[in-house]
């Protein structure tokens, strides 16, 4: 879901093309200046391979997942990637790529597809919580790689807390203050019935790394829900109608049509705002509302007894399911705008939009993470340039970082010059993949004056696609 540009269509559709691992960290070239007081490590993570050992992927979501450290320290910056290894990455080294089942791409013999879930590339977010580095997918669990050298330790089950069965998604979200992550998964299971059910279970991983779980809660539909977010009381989820068709889903578990395409958007279905407790036991509150198509979730808070939540709208939910089947030959055309709900104690929801290019990868200033925030960031591409919007929700104005055309930025992470600074006053990390040179570099803007050119460009040695999801942490491993 990287942003492209039509007028580069040819050249940035470079970002596809498998991407070779550097294990070894090497230290960049450096373009401009990085800042002294920048310290710390980003992790990333996204598909970077999709045609290993005959494998033929016909969808970015069933790419092999490329975790990528940045080690930022004393003005320099140093730079090693490897792929995640799971069973999925494995098979194809040995050659059998082709007998593999994604999400989107389906094995080439029918009896590699019958009753197969899809094969977890690891490949959606790299998240640094008590002292673990996991990669995570929708497909599949938590893989735990090690924080320095990125090698693959296996599959993490929190201590073996994490239920056998279920999934955990790749949007967890930690609350600044307490130092919780909270994430969910979405199970689905025959019930004693017989009928298909699914569930939306809910974790709470403490600072030490012990996961428990808060709530499961029944739901009458399969919903694919990729994102959420936190309050300091709440889990807050907008479950919009996109489920999974339940004749199409019985066809794909024989082998008949690929998984990834028994989901649809079905707003006769309606839409549902569940807010969980945090603290666990209570009932969740569920309030319906008009259904609308979103992806990404930035941030949410609490306002005089109010639930906000904001949000990145598309009008269609096709550009994923279908237009991104082009990527090899069509840069995907993502035109999602930043929306705001607002869920008031009396159980109305009101939906605003805010007009703005083509946007997104929404993120926020994480010390901000389930308070308001004043400040969205969101990768941008129009039909001639990509960019790097800031939103400031105060004065609803929107300040633009242009690249020059040749561009696809990945999601802006935001690092705050100091522990006491404030909002806004620090760097956006902007990991982008550069066209005109096909290799991959890490941008450097000073968040305050977003329009200047960077302050520092660090240059890779090769290209990957520039990823989904990622973190900084100021832990450095290898100093
Ligand atoms: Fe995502």
Redesign the pocket.
């Known amino acids: ?1 990287t942003i492209t540009s039509n007028d580069e269509a040819t050249s940035l559709l470079g970002m596809y093309r498998a991407a070779p691992e550097h294990p070894d960290e090497v230290v960049l070239p450096i373009i401009g200046s990085v800042p002294q007081e920048l310290r710390g490590t980003l992790y990333r993570n996204g598909p970077a391979d999709w045609e290993s050992g005959g494998f033929n992927g016909v969808h970015p979501f069933d790419g092999d997942g490329l975790v990528v450290k940045f080690t930022i320290t004393g003005g320099t910056v140093k730079f090693r990637s490897r792929y995640v290894d799971t069973p999925k990455r494995r098979k194809e080294l040995r050659g059998a790529g082709d007998r593999i089942r994604g999400v989107y791409t389906q094995a080439r013999r029918l009896r590699d597809n019958i009753g197969r879930g899809p094969a977890d590339a690891a490949n ?2 790299a998240v640094v919580h008590a002292d673990r580095l996991l990669a995570l997918s ?1 497909a599949g669990r938590p893989w735990q790689l090690d924080l320095d050298d990125l090698s693959t330790l296996g599959p993490c089950t929190f201590n073996g807390q994490l239920p056998s069965l279920s999934r955990f998604s ?2 967890p979200r930690i609350d600044p203050v307490t130092g919780e992550l909270f994430n969910f998964g979405l199970d689905v299971g025959p019930s004693l019935e017989g009928r298909t059910v699914a569930c939306l279970r809910c974790f709470r991983v403490d600072p030490a790394g012990r996961l428990s779980q808060l709530a499961a809660i029944p739901l009458e539909h399969i919903y694919i829900q ?2 959420f977010a936190i309050t300091p009381q709440f889990l807050v989820f907008a479950l919009a109608p996109i489920t999974v068709d339940p004749v199409t889903a019985a066809l794909a578990a024989l082998g008949k049509g690929a998984l990834g395409d028994s989901a649809d958007y079905r707003p006769q279905q309606g839409m549902k705002i569940i807010l969980v407790p945090r603290a666990g036991g209570g009932k969740p509150r569920i309030i319906e509302c008009d259904p609308f198509v979103y ?2 979730v930035d941030n949410a808070y609490e306002d005089r007894g109010d639930v906000v939540l904001d949000l990145v709208r598309h009008e269609s939910f096709a550009f994923l399911s279908q237009a991104a089947k082009q990527f090899r030959t069509e840069p995907l055309a993502v035109a999602g705008w930043p929306a705001r709900l607002r869920v008031s104690a009396g159980g109305s929801v009101d939906l605003t939009d805010y007009p703005s290019p083509a946007t997104e ?1 929404p993120s926020h200033d994480e010390r901000r993470t389930g308070r308001e925030h004043r400040y969205t960031y969101l990768a941008s591409a129009e039909e001639d340039a990509a960019a790097i919007v800031k939103l400031d929700r105060q004065t609803n104005t929107q300040r633009l970082h242009h690249f020059s055309q040749a561009m696809a930025p990945g999601e802006p992470i935001f690092v705050p010059k100091a522990h006491h600074s404030g909002e806004d006053e620090g760097w956006l990390l902007v990991v982008t993949y550069n066209a005109g040179e096909h290799r991959t570099e890490l941008h450097i803007l000073d968040a305050a004056d977003i329009e200047n050119p960077p302050l520092a460009i660090a240059v890779l040695p090769s290209h990957h696609f520039p990823g ?2 990622g973190s900084f942490t100021e832990r450095i491993t290898a100093p």
């Open positions: 879901m959606t977010h929708d790749p949007h990729h994102d992806i990404h990868f989904f999801h």
